[in-house]
């Protein structure tokens, strides 16, 4: 490989072919543990779920001017949403869950242009850390529980999990600290099969090749017997969790741009870029794949190879396509065993609060203001309390003929950012500035 600066930054351009597809293997492989765990927690199609992650991650790069290496997989913050609406992976409620997803898609639009006609630093001030960080916190918290039930469907394969992705994460040097998650995934899903927790008959029956999605799956199905109710209720429960996923994805570009050496909140801009993270996740919910993301996996990625050429992550967007049109290999992933799945959601649904302590730390949330205690304190306490409050999991009005339930996330989000807005003593500033790489070496 030509080395092209002191700081080992690689030139994909001067690869050959075989280079460049075992770079785009490598980041497809980064993305490929947590992408797919999404769709076994939920129930929604594995084959879809890479699909739109790929063709998702081609739009994202359309819409950026193919400046930003950055992959979309599935979202881990919807996780709560789908689990409101169809909290078992029920078929006929997940498609009324993705139209949730699809409402909360336009958010992203809508933020791209006010940022665009107002400027990222006068928008972003009314979604501070001491909204967005106990947002997140909650997000983790409520889906807890479910990991726990997955886990003690047999403990012993469970705790194998938590151990390889934690042993990965902790003393992993290189590939195996990126790829914990499949690492765990497959430690674990070994010990399955020795303790006959894997069924193969439907690995078997499957076929090596066939489409990824069908027809009744997607948002288009619900329309001939429309339940109206829980539509609304759907886009209720589930639009607010973009608030965070927003203020994540404007986190993963300000890395992005670290980790690079390039500033993509100004160019291409961050509006362009939320735009392309939107039309991702619009396009996959409707055609009932989960919500995309930008991962920080291929970020590391990124930081562990130096070479940061977009094509390469296009790259893995086409071998995720690919991967896409073999039923064998989604039911392969689908006869994972559930101990399996507790044991790294575990994992990762913790990951996913201590995400929002850590935006309340390296942003220096004041808790010695009242006005912040009150805001962090009733956001987790109607979050939470909300959720364990009744079976549903939400409290629930009507509109005429229309029943509304709102869950605990819902609510908490709505009230944080009214009282953030009405609250005297706002102090947060958003700031984006480009960064040298040379700070960020790993």
């Known amino acids: 490989m030509k080395q092209v600066t002191d700081d080992a930054v690689y030139d ?114 009314f979604f501070p850390p001491i909204v967005t960080g106990p947002i997140i916190i909650a997000i983790g918290l409520t889906l807890s529980s479910s990991a726990i039930t997955n886990c003690s469907a047999d403990w012993l394969v469970a705790i194998v999990a938590i151990v390889i992705v934690v042993a990965c994460n902790i003393w992993g040097k290189g590939m195996i600290k990126i790829i914990p998650i499949i690492l765990g995934v497959l430690g674990s899903y070994a010990v399955g099969i020795l303790r006959h927790d894997v069924d193969f008959t439907a690995i078997q029956e499957a076929d090596w090749i066939g489409l990824p999605f069908q027809m009744s799956d997607t948002v288009f199905s619900i329309f001939p017997n429309l339940n109206t109710g829980l539509l609304v209720t759907s886009i209720i429960t589930i639009m607010p969790i973009a608030l965070a996923t927003m203020v994540e994805h404007i986190g993963d570009m300000c890395a992005i741009s670290s980790t690079v050496g390039k500033n993509y909140i100004a160019d291409p801009g961050l509006h362009r870029t939320l735009c392309g993270d939107g039309a991702a996740t619009l396009l996959a919910s409707l055609f009932g794949a989960p919500a995309n993301t930008t991962y920080g996996e291929n970020t590391g990625v990124l930081s562990l190879t130096k070479v940061f050429d977009p094509r390469v992550i296009r790259i893995a967007a086409y071998l995720a396509i690919l991967f896409s049109f073999s039923p064998k290999f989604a039911a392969v992933v689908s006869s994972m065993p559930t101990a399996t799945i507790g044991g790294v959601s575990l994992v990762l649904y913790g990951m996913i609060s201590a995400v929002g302590v850590r935006n309340l730390v390296e942003n220096q949330v004041d808790f010695s203001k009242s006005r912040n205690v009150i805001i962090a304190a009733l956001i987790l306490v109607l979050a939470i309390g909300i959720k364990y409050y009744n079976a549903s999991g939400a409290i629930s009005f009507s509109i005429g003929s229309v029943t509304i339930s709102l869950t605990g996330l819902a609510v908490a989000a709505i009230i944080g950012i009214i009282l953030n807005a009405v609250l ?19």
Not at 23 to 44: E, N, R, W
Request: charged residues 15%; glycine residues 10%.
């Open 12 to 125: 994909a351009r001067s690869f050959g072919v075989p280079k460049m597809m075992v770079l785009g293997f490598q980041h497809m492989f980064a993305m490929f543990g947590a992408t797919v765990l999404v769709p076994a927690l939920t129930g929604l199609s594995v084959s879809a779920t890479l699909l739109f992650a790929g063709l998702g991650t081609l739009l994202f790069h359309f819409l950026a001017k193919g400046k930003v290496p950055a992959f979309l997989g599935s979202s881990f913050a919807f996780l709560a949403g789908y689990a409101a609406i169809a909290p078992n992976g029920e078929k006929e409620l997940l498609p009324y869950a993705c139209a949730g997803v699809a409402a909360a898609s336009l958010l992203y639009f809508v933020l791209a242009g006010l940022i665009r006609i107002f400027s990222v630093e006068r928008v972003m001030k």
């Open 424 to 442: 005297p003593g706002k102090d947060y500033v958003f700031e984006a500035k480009e960064q040298n790489p040379k700070e960020f070496k790993k």
